[in-house]
């Protein structure tokens, strides 16, 4: 699921889940270990994908087979997993090598340098237009990265953007030749991670602990609704519809 490449303090793990690294239950527990067990053996850490795409967001195919007790059992540890990357200590750095759609968006968004590749590449929370609506996690995660002016644009409009277009809007901080993603991203966790790592450790806890305290409150407050929406037979349909769309079309699940 992730192969673990360094270079000198600094790790990088490339994420090779299926074609699509779509978030799943074993996915996400196995990602957040991962980066959890990095936070004393690496300064800093690179998370990036395969191919064209980064991360095309929750399984929905899954959800679909397996319909609404593995939905009930996935959500939990979505939460908990948005919570663990969110918190993670030392410097993160998302390399975004292709589409970042929906949770994949997410995902990116809760590093602390977002540089994505030019070209087609797409990034955005269609959430809504698949009739689902955030838990509380990934929603505070969003609203922390994207500026005030372009959040309700971001979530309620669900477009996906290109990458001139994410740049503009927050999501991303650098677009970046593709042969130079990596190599970019690295020296950006070297320079994050160099000045004091102390000093950015704390200085991250200081600044994330709010939007930390605003999950765990949204959780426990409003995430039993959202797994009822979740789990509901309209939703169920909505879903499928949404799969059917993006697969006639020659896309990935998001």
Not at 192 to 221: D, I
Request: net charge negative; aromatic share 8%; glycine share 8%.
């Amino acid at each position: 699921m992730i192969e673990v490449e360094s270079r000198n303090d600094v790790a990088i793990l490339h994420m090779r889940h299926g074609k699509a690294n779509a978030l799943d239950v074993e996915f996400c527990r196995a990602l957040a270990t991962q980066i959890d067990d990095l936070s004393e053996s690496a300064q800093a850490v690179v998370l990036t994908g395969i191919g064209t795409i980064f991360s095309a967001g929750v399984d929905l195919l899954r959800v679909m087979d397996e319909g609404t007790d593995y939905l009930r059992h996935f959500l939990p540890v979505l939460a908990e997993f948005c919570t663990t990357i969110f918190s993670f200590k030392n410097p993160l750095v998302a390399a975004i090598n292709g589409h970042a759609i929906a949770g994949g968006c997410v995902l990116a968004c809760m590093a602390d340098r977002r540089l994505i590749a030019q070209g087609g590449s797409r990034v955005g929370v269609p959430e809504l237009l698949v009739g689902v609506p955030f838990p509380a996690a990934p929603l505070e995660a969003m609203r922390f990265a994207i500026p005030t002016r372009h959040f309700g644009e971001v979530l309620y409009g669900g477009q996906t953007y290109e990458p001139e277009e994410a740049l503009e809007r927050g999501l991303v901080d650098e677009t970046v030749p593709p042969d130079d993603l990596l190599d970019r991203s690295v020296e950006w966790a070297n320079r994050l991670a160099g000045v004091n790592l102390s000093a950015f450790r704390l200085t991250k806890e200081l600044v994330r602990w709010p939007v930390l305290e605003r999950m765990r409150r949204g959780a426990e407050q409003l995430d039993a609704e959202v797994s009822d929406v979740w789990t509901s037979a309209e939703t169920m349909t909505l879903i499928r519809q949404y799969v059917w769309r993006t697969f006639k079309r020659g896309g990935d699940s998001p």
